[in-house]
């Protein structure tokens, strides 16, 4: 049976718009994703997945241990929960939340904040000045992972961290050693220009070998700026972690010796913008179906809703993809709609009102942002439902 036929007789009892996750798909992900790392612990992308059910059951497969979290508010209700070792991705201004963190022994344990400048540690403790019974903090240094060449003409990477070098991590780290009541646990620099950007963009050799040139000496020069940074801190600080990787750089960061532990999210659910690697290929797990409501005209059908972009820069690589039945594609006047999206191609010949077409978000974890509940689909049947972060009645982003 093929996913189409598998996921609407699945489904067959369901009403549309409605979204599943293949737990068989999901497993493959995630067992070729601990083969990439090579031995190394993978730290699980909450923004990737969020459903807490979800990240519970990821962190009970093997080679998978802690989770790194988006929101310093996230942290804390995932701590609630039980949910163990949390890095917080990015740094906080949430005085509330920062005033809960540091009045709950447990999540003080539990959660570790993402700095980059004195302005985050001043902000932590003029927000915590005067507080009775405060506990330790533990914080982690975010490094600048990008690539910089031609004298700072171009740079690729996400625009994170100022922090690039040793001496500039040092002089965080002994400000935080300074500091009472704050701790430095960690070190985290993430690669986004190599574990974010597919090196095989279809139809465009150009584009391929300028992305494959900059990746391979970005890697290198990263490589070694990293354990020199790593290895400069260690003089101030126990270290109890280095953090780096993502989804499409498992295999190469798992090699640097600096580096402890890794991160990936989006690869669990293999969104449609990470079908384009030479190195892995994942099996798409998280889909959203809508329903054909109208037939305008021939060779051409309307759904439900769709308007579904992922973050970024706006292109029509940040439209969901029309991926079941294959062959249908938008209309280049209207694209994905706000409360309905017409389809094209000769697939829409066999569609009627009533029937369903499966979508693949761009990205991972956004789809959840529009679903309540995701349908855990093992073979042909439905075997449960978890419910996302707002099916558990949390935006936090």
């Not at 996750?21 to 699980?44: E, F, H, Q, S, Y």
């Not at 002089?171 to 574990?195: H, N, S, T, V």
């Not at 999210?265 to 892995?280: E, I, K, N, T, V």
Request: hydrophobic residues 40%; proline residues 7%; aromatic residues 6%.
């Amino acid at each position: 049976m093929d996913d189409q036929r598998r996921y609407d007789h699945a489904t067959a009892h369901l009403d549309p718009p409605l979204a599943i996750l293949d737990l068989d798909a999901l497993t493959a992900n995630a067992t070729d994703m601990t083969r990439r790392a090579a031995g190394k612990p993978i730290r699980v992308a909450s923004k990737s997945l969020r459903s807490r059910p979800v990240l519970e059951h990821i962190l009970t497969l093997d080679g998978f241990s802690g989770v790194m979290a988006f929101t310093l508010p996230e942290a804390l209700w995932l701590a609630s929960t039980g949910i163990r070792d949390i890095l917080v991705g990015y740094p906080t201004t949430d005085r509330a939340a920062l005033t809960r963190l540091a009045t709950d022994p447990h999540a003080a344990r539990e959660i570790t904040l993402m700095v980059d400048r004195t302005d985050h540690l001043d902000l932590i403790e003029t927000t915590l000045h005067g507080l009775g019974g405060r506990n330790e903090l533990r914080l982690c240094i975010d490094i600048d992972a990008g690539y910089v060449a031609l004298g700072g003409g171009f740079r690729a990477g996400a625009l994170r961290s100022p922090i690039r070098d040793a001496d500039q991590a040092t002089d965080l780290a002994a400000d935080i050693a300074k500091r009472p009541g704050l701790r430095l646990a960690g070190l985290m620099a993430y690669e986004a220009q190599i574990a974010g950007v597919g090196d095989a963009p279809p139809g465009n050799p150009l584009m391929t070998r300028a992305i494959r040139w900059m990746q391979d000496r970005s890697r290198r020069e990263l490589a070694l700026r990293r354990a020199a940074i790593v290895q400069a801190v260690r003089q101030l600080a126990d270290l109890e972690f280095v953090n780096g990787g993502g989804t499409g750089s498992l295999d190469t960061t798992t090699r640097e010796k600096a580096v402890t532990e890794l991160t990936a999210g989006s690869g669990f659910y293999h969104p449609r913008l990470f079908d384009f690697y030479r190195d892995f290929t994942g099996r798409p797990a998280a889909l959203f179906a809508l329903p054909v409501v109208r037939r305008p005209g021939p060779r051409t059908v309307t759904v439900l809703g769709g308007g579904y972009p992922a973050s970024g820069a706006p292109g029509p690589d940040r439209l969901p993809q029309p991926y079941l039945p294959a062959g249908l594609r938008y209309d280049p006047r209207e694209g994905a709609g706000e409360v309905q999206t017409p389809l094209t191609g000769q697939a829409a010949e066999d569609l009627r009102p009533g029937d369903r077409v499966w979508f693949r978000h761009a990205k991972a974890g956004e789809l959840c942002e529009r679903f309540a509940t995701l349908h855990l689909v093992e073979g042909d049947r439905v075997t449960g439902q978890a419910p996302t972060y707002r099916g558990e009645g949390h935006t936090f982003l």
